[in-house]
Protein backbone atom coordinates (compact mmCIF):
# COMPACT_ATOMS: atom_id res chain seq x y z
CA UNK A 1 0.00 0.00 0.00
CA UNK A 2 0.98 3.66 -0.38
CA UNK A 3 0.46 7.49 0.04
CA UNK A 4 -0.63 9.60 -2.95
CA UNK A 5 -0.91 13.13 -2.82
CA UNK A 6 -2.44 15.66 -5.53
CA UNK A 7 -3.88 19.10 -5.66
CA UNK A 8 -7.82 19.61 -5.27
CA UNK A 9 -9.41 21.21 -7.96
CA UNK A 10 -12.65 21.55 -9.42
CA UNK A 11 -14.78 18.24 -8.33
CA UNK A 12 -13.18 17.52 -4.97
CA UNK A 13 -15.36 19.68 -3.24
CA UNK A 14 -17.46 17.25 -1.66
CA UNK A 15 -14.35 15.00 -0.67
CA UNK A 16 -12.90 17.95 1.22
CA UNK A 17 -16.46 18.39 2.69
CA UNK A 18 -16.65 15.21 4.08
CA UNK A 19 -12.82 15.37 5.68
CA UNK A 20 -13.40 19.00 6.74
CA UNK A 21 -17.13 17.67 8.92
CA UNK A 22 -14.87 14.72 10.35
CA UNK A 23 -12.14 16.80 11.58
CA UNK A 24 -14.78 19.10 13.56
CA UNK A 25 -16.97 16.28 14.43
CA UNK A 26 -13.95 15.20 16.12
CA UNK A 27 -13.14 17.85 17.57
CA UNK A 28 -16.54 18.05 19.66
CA UNK A 29 -17.32 21.31 17.35
CA UNK A 30 -19.64 19.25 14.67
CA UNK A 31 -22.40 21.90 16.04
CA UNK A 32 -20.89 24.44 14.39
CA UNK A 33 -20.25 22.85 10.81
CA UNK A 34 -22.73 24.38 8.69
CA UNK A 35 -20.16 24.02 5.14
CA UNK A 36 -22.06 21.95 2.66
CA UNK A 37 -20.39 20.75 -0.48
CA UNK A 38 -21.17 23.31 -2.87
CA UNK A 39 -19.28 25.76 -0.66
CA UNK A 40 -16.08 23.71 -1.06
CA UNK A 41 -16.49 23.59 -4.71
CA UNK A 42 -16.58 27.77 -4.76
CA UNK A 43 -13.66 27.51 -2.46
CA UNK A 44 -11.84 25.70 -5.09
CA UNK A 45 -13.38 27.33 -8.56
CA UNK A 46 -12.56 30.98 -6.83
CA UNK A 47 -11.34 33.47 -9.50
CA UNK A 48 -8.51 34.88 -6.91
CA UNK A 49 -8.58 32.22 -4.61
CA UNK A 50 -7.17 32.71 -0.73
CA UNK A 51 -6.26 28.94 -1.26
CA UNK A 52 -6.26 25.85 -2.02
CA UNK A 53 -6.15 21.81 -0.48
CA UNK A 54 -4.03 18.85 -1.18
CA UNK A 55 -5.98 15.10 -0.86
CA UNK A 56 -4.40 12.09 0.08
CA UNK A 57 -4.97 8.56 -1.43
CA UNK A 58 -4.38 5.43 0.31
CA UNK A 59 -4.61 2.61 -2.30
CA UNK A 60 -6.90 4.83 -4.48
CA UNK A 61 -9.12 5.87 -1.43
CA UNK A 62 -9.14 9.47 -0.32
CA UNK A 63 -7.54 9.24 3.10
CA UNK A 64 -6.68 12.84 4.24
CA UNK A 65 -6.75 16.46 3.18
CA UNK A 66 -5.11 19.53 3.83
CA UNK A 67 -6.76 22.70 3.26
CA UNK A 68 -4.86 26.12 3.24
CA UNK A 69 -5.22 29.55 2.81
CA UNK A 70 -2.89 32.96 2.43
CA UNK A 71 -1.59 34.65 5.15
CA UNK A 72 0.88 37.79 6.18
CA UNK A 73 3.49 38.25 9.33
CA UNK A 74 4.00 41.40 10.52
CA UNK A 75 7.04 39.86 12.54
CA UNK A 76 8.56 38.80 8.90
CA UNK A 77 6.62 41.56 7.35
CA UNK A 78 5.83 38.68 4.29
CA UNK A 79 3.37 37.15 3.37
CA UNK A 80 3.28 32.99 4.84
CA UNK A 81 1.25 29.77 4.30
CA UNK A 82 -1.78 29.20 6.97
CA UNK A 83 -2.88 25.39 7.19
CA UNK A 84 -6.52 25.51 8.10
CA UNK A 85 -7.00 21.85 8.37
CA UNK A 86 -4.99 18.93 8.03
CA UNK A 87 -7.12 15.76 8.19
CA UNK A 88 -6.94 11.90 7.89
CA UNK A 89 -9.98 10.00 8.50
CA UNK A 90 -9.92 7.59 11.60
CA UNK A 91 -9.77 4.12 9.32
CA UNK A 92 -6.40 5.64 7.77
CA UNK A 93 -4.18 6.86 10.56
CA UNK A 94 -1.24 5.61 11.70
CA UNK A 95 -0.02 5.26 7.97
CA UNK A 96 1.86 8.94 7.47
CA UNK A 97 -0.55 10.41 6.09
CA UNK A 98 -0.67 12.86 8.05
CA UNK A 99 3.20 13.90 7.74
CA UNK A 100 3.24 13.54 3.87
CA UNK A 101 0.17 16.03 3.57
CA UNK A 102 2.11 18.36 5.93
CA UNK A 103 5.49 17.71 3.51
CA UNK A 104 3.16 18.89 0.78
CA UNK A 105 2.02 22.10 1.85
CA UNK A 106 6.00 22.73 3.04
CA UNK A 107 7.07 22.22 -0.50
CA UNK A 108 3.97 24.45 -2.08
CA UNK A 109 5.41 27.62 0.52
CA UNK A 110 8.79 26.77 -0.67
CA UNK A 111 7.91 26.70 -4.61
CA UNK A 112 5.82 29.99 -3.26
CA UNK A 113 8.38 31.51 -1.67
CA UNK A 114 7.38 31.95 1.57
CA UNK A 115 9.43 31.82 5.00
CA UNK A 116 7.08 30.11 7.20
CA UNK A 117 3.77 28.09 7.18
CA UNK A 118 1.72 28.20 10.74
CA UNK A 119 -1.75 26.75 12.23
CA UNK A 120 -3.25 26.06 15.48
CA UNK A 121 -3.15 22.72 17.35
CA UNK A 122 -5.56 21.93 20.79
CA UNK A 123 -3.18 21.67 23.38
CA UNK A 124 -4.78 17.88 24.48
CA UNK A 125 -4.20 16.69 20.89
CA UNK A 126 -1.35 14.35 21.70
CA UNK A 127 -1.29 12.78 18.69
CA UNK A 128 -0.87 16.43 16.38
CA UNK A 129 1.54 17.35 18.95
CA UNK A 130 3.94 14.26 17.94
CA UNK A 131 3.47 14.70 14.47
CA UNK A 132 4.41 18.70 14.08
CA UNK A 133 7.03 18.10 16.77
CA UNK A 134 9.09 15.46 14.80
CA UNK A 135 8.43 17.76 11.83
CA UNK A 136 10.42 20.33 13.62
CA UNK A 137 7.92 22.93 14.37
CA UNK A 138 7.67 25.22 17.21
CA UNK A 139 4.62 25.01 18.96
CA UNK A 140 3.32 27.85 21.81
CA UNK A 141 0.66 27.15 23.96
CA UNK A 142 -1.58 29.93 26.04
CA UNK A 143 -3.26 31.01 23.21
CA UNK A 144 -7.22 31.77 22.63
CA UNK A 145 -8.95 31.78 19.49
CA UNK A 146 -11.44 34.79 19.25
CA UNK A 147 -14.41 35.24 16.56
CA UNK A 148 -16.73 37.85 16.17
CA UNK A 149 -19.94 36.88 13.78
CA UNK A 150 -23.62 36.65 13.11
CA UNK A 151 -25.57 39.51 15.48
CA UNK A 152 -22.53 40.23 17.35
CA UNK A 153 -21.29 41.21 13.71
CA UNK A 154 -24.06 43.06 12.90
CA UNK A 155 -23.82 45.19 15.64
CA UNK A 156 -20.33 46.37 15.77
CA UNK A 157 -20.34 47.15 12.38
CA UNK A 158 -23.20 49.29 12.62
CA UNK B 1 -10.20 65.08 20.82
CA UNK B 2 -11.14 63.00 18.59
CA UNK B 3 -10.02 59.48 16.48
CA UNK B 4 -10.41 59.29 12.83
CA UNK B 5 -9.56 55.68 11.16
CA UNK B 6 -8.65 55.72 7.82
CA UNK B 7 -7.45 52.80 5.62
CA UNK B 8 -3.82 52.46 4.81
CA UNK B 9 -2.14 52.69 1.87
CA UNK B 10 1.27 53.24 -0.07
CA UNK B 11 3.52 55.65 1.72
CA UNK B 12 2.29 54.53 5.16
CA UNK B 13 4.61 51.24 5.62
CA UNK B 14 6.87 52.87 7.94
CA UNK B 15 3.87 53.78 10.34
CA UNK B 16 2.70 50.47 10.26
CA UNK B 17 6.03 48.93 10.73
CA UNK B 18 6.55 51.47 13.61
CA UNK B 19 3.23 49.91 15.21
CA UNK B 20 3.60 46.21 14.34
CA UNK B 21 7.19 46.36 16.30
CA UNK B 22 6.03 48.09 19.30
CA UNK B 23 3.08 45.74 19.24
CA UNK B 24 5.79 42.64 19.03
CA UNK B 25 7.99 44.07 21.57
CA UNK B 26 5.37 44.91 23.99
CA UNK B 27 4.24 40.73 23.91
CA UNK B 28 8.01 40.09 24.58
CA UNK B 29 8.40 39.04 20.92
CA UNK B 30 10.91 42.03 19.91
CA UNK B 31 13.76 39.43 18.96
CA UNK B 32 11.85 37.73 16.29
CA UNK B 33 10.56 40.63 14.97
CA UNK B 34 12.51 40.90 11.38
CA UNK B 35 10.11 43.16 9.33
CA UNK B 36 11.67 46.22 8.05
CA UNK B 37 9.17 49.36 6.64
CA UNK B 38 9.49 48.53 3.18
CA UNK B 39 8.23 44.84 3.69
CA UNK B 40 4.87 46.77 5.02
CA UNK B 41 5.09 48.81 1.64
CA UNK B 42 4.72 45.77 -0.45
CA UNK B 43 2.04 44.34 1.16
CA UNK B 44 -0.12 47.38 0.80
CA UNK B 45 1.20 47.49 -2.88
CA UNK B 46 0.52 43.89 -3.74
CA UNK B 47 -1.29 43.63 -6.98
CA UNK B 48 -2.86 40.57 -5.73
CA UNK B 49 -3.30 41.82 -1.89
CA UNK B 50 -3.90 39.28 1.06
CA UNK B 51 -4.87 41.99 3.21
CA UNK B 52 -4.37 45.59 4.13
CA UNK B 53 -4.89 47.23 7.46
CA UNK B 54 -6.82 50.44 8.89
CA UNK B 55 -4.43 53.56 10.63
CA UNK B 56 -6.27 55.14 13.61
CA UNK B 57 -5.43 59.14 14.72
CA UNK B 58 -5.94 60.88 17.72
CA UNK B 59 -5.50 64.52 16.99
CA UNK B 60 -3.76 64.10 13.84
CA UNK B 61 -1.43 61.69 14.86
CA UNK B 62 -1.09 58.30 14.51
CA UNK B 63 -2.34 56.01 17.43
CA UNK B 64 -2.99 52.76 16.11
CA UNK B 65 -3.72 50.33 13.50
CA UNK B 66 -5.12 47.07 12.92
CA UNK B 67 -4.07 44.58 10.04
CA UNK B 68 -5.69 41.83 8.49
CA UNK B 69 -5.94 39.19 5.58
CA UNK B 70 -8.16 37.08 3.84
CA UNK B 71 -8.87 33.77 5.35
CA UNK B 72 -11.12 30.81 5.07
CA UNK B 73 -13.67 28.66 7.63
CA UNK B 74 -13.75 24.98 6.68
CA UNK B 75 -16.66 25.11 9.19
CA UNK B 76 -18.69 27.73 7.21
CA UNK B 77 -16.82 26.72 3.96
CA UNK B 78 -17.00 30.62 3.45
CA UNK B 79 -13.86 33.49 3.01
CA UNK B 80 -13.48 35.14 6.54
CA UNK B 81 -11.53 38.07 7.27
CA UNK B 82 -8.32 37.27 9.56
CA UNK B 83 -7.53 40.12 12.23
CA UNK B 84 -3.60 39.59 12.45
CA UNK B 85 -2.19 42.53 14.54
CA UNK B 86 -4.65 45.08 16.66
CA UNK B 87 -2.30 47.95 18.02
CA UNK B 88 -2.62 51.07 19.63
CA UNK B 89 0.12 52.94 20.78
CA UNK B 90 1.27 53.46 24.67
CA UNK B 91 0.50 56.81 24.88
CA UNK B 92 -3.21 56.14 23.21
CA UNK B 93 -4.52 53.49 25.78
CA UNK B 94 -8.15 53.75 27.26
CA UNK B 95 -9.08 56.50 24.32
CA UNK B 96 -11.08 53.69 22.71
CA UNK B 97 -9.23 53.35 19.76
CA UNK B 98 -8.98 50.02 20.11
CA UNK B 99 -12.90 49.47 20.31
CA UNK B 100 -13.26 51.81 16.81
CA UNK B 101 -10.56 49.73 15.13
CA UNK B 102 -12.20 46.63 16.00
CA UNK B 103 -15.49 48.65 14.22
CA UNK B 104 -13.74 49.53 11.29
CA UNK B 105 -12.60 45.83 10.58
CA UNK B 106 -15.79 44.68 11.37
CA UNK B 107 -17.32 47.23 8.85
CA UNK B 108 -14.88 45.77 5.87
CA UNK B 109 -16.12 42.09 6.93
CA UNK B 110 -19.51 43.39 6.17
CA UNK B 111 -18.74 45.12 3.11
CA UNK B 112 -17.07 42.01 1.57
CA UNK B 113 -19.91 39.98 2.65
CA UNK B 114 -17.67 37.79 5.11
CA UNK B 115 -19.97 36.10 7.92
CA UNK B 116 -17.00 36.33 10.43
CA UNK B 117 -13.93 38.18 11.32
CA UNK B 118 -11.24 36.11 13.83
CA UNK B 119 -8.23 36.34 15.65
CA UNK B 120 -5.65 35.73 17.86
CA UNK B 121 -5.64 36.89 22.18
CA UNK B 122 -2.60 35.72 24.29
CA UNK B 123 -4.78 34.61 27.60
CA UNK B 124 -2.35 36.67 29.96
CA UNK B 125 -3.89 39.97 28.25
CA UNK B 126 -6.87 41.04 30.50
CA UNK B 127 -7.16 44.54 28.36
CA UNK B 128 -7.92 42.86 24.97
CA UNK B 129 -10.14 40.20 26.34
CA UNK B 130 -11.99 43.28 28.01
CA UNK B 131 -12.05 44.66 24.65
CA UNK B 132 -12.94 41.84 22.94
CA UNK B 133 -15.85 40.26 25.11
CA UNK B 134 -16.89 44.41 25.37
CA UNK B 135 -17.75 43.70 21.72
CA UNK B 136 -19.05 40.34 21.97
CA UNK B 137 -16.60 37.93 20.65
CA UNK B 138 -16.68 34.31 21.51
CA UNK B 139 -13.24 33.34 23.23
CA UNK B 140 -11.63 30.36 23.38
CA UNK B 141 -8.59 28.85 25.49
CA UNK B 142 -6.40 25.75 24.61
CA UNK B 143 -5.17 26.92 21.22
CA UNK B 144 -1.43 26.02 20.82
CA UNK B 145 0.48 28.40 18.02
CA UNK B 146 2.60 26.18 15.26
CA UNK B 147 4.91 27.04 13.04
CA UNK B 148 7.51 25.54 10.60
CA UNK B 149 10.59 28.13 9.23
CA UNK B 150 13.65 28.17 8.41
CA UNK B 151 15.81 24.59 8.73
CA UNK B 152 13.07 22.97 9.63
CA UNK B 153 10.77 23.93 7.11
CA UNK B 154 13.47 23.52 4.35
CA UNK B 155 14.24 19.81 5.85
CA UNK B 156 10.48 18.92 5.58
CA UNK B 157 9.76 20.45 2.16
CA UNK B 158 13.25 18.65 0.80
New interface residues.
Given amino acids: MSITIRQAGVGDGSTL?AM?LE??TNHG?GQ?????P???E??LADP?P??GAFIAFWAGEPAGSA?W???????????TL?L??LSVLPGHRRRGIGNEL??AV??L??SRGL??????????NAGA?RL?EA???????????????????????S
Fill in positions: HALAHDFTAVEDFRFSVGIHRSFSTFRGREYEDLRARAQPAISWLMMDWRYAGAEIEGGTCYCRLSGEALERLG
